[in-house]
């Protein structure tokens, strides 16, 4: 069984800073891409950024030059750096990981539980 858990969520100001992390444990033979996705209230879950096992990097327009993913392979650990945070930004946030459990196996979507960030003066 695989299972990501995240931390690091919280309550920040306007132009605040925080770190997520998200911790792959369980059946793991490898690890191909990793990411986060948010999701705000009433609307649909949206792709964050995402981070290869090699480093190549992928962020969707409105977090560019704001937030930094970052992964450490070893550690099975992708990180999300959230700086120059906004209202807009309050969300649900998913770790997700496409993870091979076995030599052999196909790669599957693994989803975190979410970690809720919230920006509010």
């Known amino acids: 069984q695989v299972q990501l858990v995240e931390s690091g969520g919280g309550l920040a100001q306007p132009g605040g800073s925080l770190r997520l992390s998200c911790v792959a444990s369980g059946s793991i033979f490898s690890i191909a891409d990793m990411g986060w996705y948010r999701q705000a209230p009433r609307k649909e879950r949206e792709l964050v950024a995402t981070i290869t096992r090699g480093g190549s990097i992928n962020y969707v327009d409105f977090v560019k030059g704001r937030f930094t993913i970052s992964r450490d392979n070893a550690k099975n650990t992708v990180y999300l750096q959230m700086d120059n945070l906004q209202p807009e930004d309050t969300a649900v946030y998913y770790c997700?990981?496409?993870?091979?459990?076995?030599?052999?196996?196909?790669?599957?979507?693994?989803w975190g539980q979410g970690t809720q960030v919230t920006v509010s003066s």
């Open positions: 997700n990981a496409k993870i091979r459990a076995l030599r052999y196996s196909n790669l599957n979507d693994y």
